[in-house]
C-alpha cells in the first residue's frame, strides 16, 4: 500500500513506513533522513511505539497511520502528526501531534492538522477527536484553528472535536 505525501504551502506530511517509524523509535537516521534540532522527541517515539505495536497487531493501519511534518522548502523533519489508529466504532479517528521546540509558534501545527483533517475526510472517517491538558493553551489554539471545536472538559483534559 503506497500512501502519498501531502504538501501544504509550507509543510510535507510524510506518510511514516515501518522502517521508518523503527529508526525514529532507536532515534538512528537513515541516509535520506533530515532531522531538526530535537527530533524526535520523547512524544514521537512514544507515537511511534504505539504505532508500530499497531501495525504488527493488525496491519499498516493506511491512511489512518502517523506522519512526520517537515518543512517543504528544506525536507527537515520538525515533528510528527498522525492518528492512533483506524477511525473506533462510531467512525471517529483520535489526533494527536507535537513540533520540535524551534518549530513552534509559527502556525505549522494548525498548517499539518488541517491537512491531516481532510485526509481523515477523504479517507472516509466521519470526524475527528482530540485533546490536550488544561495547561496547553497553545493546542487548545492549534485544534481550534484547524476547525476543531471543544466539545468536553474534565478535570485534567480538554476535548475537541469535528464531525464531517
Not at 504551502?9 to 522502517?19: E, G, S, Y
Not at 494527536?96 to 509558534?105: D, E, I, K, N
Request: contains cysteine; negative net charge; proline residues 5%.
Amino acid at each position: 500500500m503506497k500512501i502519498l505525501s501531502v504538501a501544504t504551502a509550507r509543510l510535507l506530511l510524510h506518510p511514516l513506513t515501518v522502517a521508518e517509524a523503527e529508526r525514529i523509535v532507536a532515534r538512528e537516521p537513515g541516509d535520506g533522513d533530515r532531522w531538526g534540532e530535537g527530533y524526535p522527541s520523547d512524544g514521537d517515539v512514544r507515537a511511534n511505539t504505539g504505532f508500530l505495536r499497531g501495525a504488527a497487531e493488525r496491519g499498516h493501519p493506511g491512511e489512518f497511520g502517523l506522519y512526520e511534518i517537515r518543512l517543504l522548502d528544506t525536507g527537515v523533519a520538525v515533528g510528527g502528526i498522525g492518528f492512533h489508529g483506524p477511525p473506533d466504532e462510531v467512525g471517529f479517528a483520535t489526533v494527536g501531534y507535537g513540533l520540535v521546540p524551534a518549530a513552534r509558534g509559527k502556525g505549522y501545527a494548525s498548517e499539518a492538522l488541517r491537512a491531516l483533517l481532510e485526509i481523515a475526510r477523504t479517507a472516509g472517517a466521519a470526524g475527528v477527536k482530540g485533546d490536550a491538558d488544561l495547561d496547553n493553551p497553545a493546542s487548545h489554539r492549534v485544534m481550534e484553528a484547524a476547525g476543531m471545536r471543544c466539545v468536553a472538559e474534565d478535570d485534567k483534559l480538554r476535548h475537541f472535536s469535528v464531525a464531517f
